[in-house]
C-alpha cells in the first residue's frame, strides 16, 4: 500500500477545544460583484466592498 493511500482509512476523531477554527464564507461585493472572502471586505457606510472598491491599499 502506498503511503499516499494509507491515510485514506483512517478513523476521524474529535478533539476537545476552547475554540472554534475561523470559517470563511464569501459574499459579493455590493459594488462589483466580485466574490470575496467575509475577511477582506471593507465596510463603506451600509455596503460591503472588496478591497480594490473601497479606495483602501489594504
Known amino acids: ?3 499516499a ?4 482509512n ?3 476523531f474529535a ?4 475554540w472554534l477554527p475561523e470559517v ?4 459579493p461585493c455590493t459594488a462589483c460583484g466580485e466574490l470575496t472572502a467575509r475577511a477582506y471586505l471593507r465596510v463603506l ?3 460591503h466592498v472588496c478591497i ?3 479606495g483602501y491599499e489594504r
Not at 5 to 8: E, K, L, Q, T, V
Not at 24 to 27: L, Q, R
Open 1 to 3: 500500500m502506498s503511503s
Open 5 to 8: 493511500r494509507a491515510g485514506a
Open 10 to 12: 483512517s478513523t476521524a
Open 15 to 18: 478533539v476537545e477545544r476552547d
Open 24 to 27: 470563511m464564507g464569501f459574499v
Open 45 to 47: 457606510g451600509e455596503r
Open 52 to 54: 480594490p472598491c473601497s
